[in-house]
């Protein structure tokens, strides 16, 4: 089975918050309880090792996932135990790591109810080849936030 690095990183009105992403052996991502937390004081180098850091936790070919163990990780982190609260004022980026190639995509959030709830990709997405300056990394992560509602 073909590996790529998988992350989601959220954006909070006060932090990043970024979580590793393993797939599935039978295809799909999951979220891990490999979750970090970081101001948005952060300078992009220090985010960008982060996001590095966390793409290399990524795994393929997993058979299951704590998911409980993953959902108090995310409530720690994120200091929100429901997830009307983790979705209010917050934005949702996926990163993916492919032999060099990295894919950020944006998404909109649609909230806890309704027809358009969670959060949905976007078209458009940024791809750029394995940075020369690491800290393009965080700079893109940026970006895309700024393309998600």
């Known amino acids: 089975m073909k590996h790529f690095d998988r ?7 006060d932090k990043y918050v970024i ?22 004081s952060v300078d992009n180098l220090e985010l960008s090792e982060l996001i590095l850091k966390h793409l290399e936790l990524s795994k393929s070919g997993i058979k299951n996932v704590d998911r ?3 959902k108090k990780e995310l409530i720690k982190a994120t200091g929100l135990k429901t997830l009307k609260a983790q979705m209010k004022d917050s934005k949702y980026v996926s990163l993916n790591r492919n032999n060099g190639i990295y894919s950020i995509g944006p998404t909109i959030n649609g909230g806890t109810s309704g027809p358009k709830k969670g959060y949905h990709f976007k078209k458009e997405k ?6 020369e300056i690491i800290s393009e990394i965080g700079i893109n992560i940026k970006k895309g936030f700024k393309l998600s509602e």
């Open 7 to 13: 992350i989601g990183v959220y954006e909070f009105p």
């Open 126 to 131: 940024i791809e750029f080849n394995e940075p």
């Open 68 to 70: 409980e163990k993953a």
């Open 19 to 40: 979580v590793t992403i393993d797939t599935l052996e039978q295809g799909g991502g999951i979220h891990t309880d490999q979750i970090s937390s970081i101001p948005k």
